[in-house]
Nanobody, 123 residues
Framework: EVQLVESGGGLVQPGGSLRLSCAAS????????MSWVRQAPGKGLEWVSA????????SYADSVKGRFTISRDNAKNTLYLQMNSLKPEDTAVYYC????????????????WGQGTQVTVSS
């Protein structure tokens, strides 16, 4: 069973930072591309970032480029999202998501995601 468990969310002031983690199990983590997606209150899912299986290639949505950094530790089966210079519009539930292959050829084609972790940026 594929399982993705996000953690690290919380309340932060604008300009602050948070580091999200995603613990993966039930599949060979090092063989699959991963991503972060988010859902703001009352809104649909928004793709945020993706990373290939080996960690050498990354992509970001324009809204977070330069502020967020995606990374992974395949030895620990863990995906990370470092979020800096946070803005109120970053407030959302953040989900870890898995792709069906080793590269994110289509960034929205993830096939599994976790339960999410809440990030709230206050003002």
């Amino acid at each position: 069973e594929v399982q993705l468990v996000e953690s690290g969310g919380g309340l932060v002031q604008p300009g602050g930072s948070l580091r999200l983690s995603c613990a993966a199990s039930g599949f060979t983590f090092s063989s699959y591309a991963m991503s972060w997606v988010r859902q703001a209150p009352g809104k649909g899912l928004e793709w945020v970032s993706a990373i290939n299986s080996g960690g050498g290639s990354t992509s970001y949505a324009d809204s977070v480029k330069g502020r967020f950094t995606i990374s992974r530790d395949n030895a620990k089966n863990t995906l990370y999202l470092q979020m800096n210079s946070l803005k109120p519009e970053d407030t959302a539930v953040y989900y870890c998501a898995k792709y069906s292959g080793s590269y994110y050829y289509t960034v929205t084609s993830y096939d599994y995601w976790g339960q999410g972790t809440q990030v709230t940026v206050s003002s």
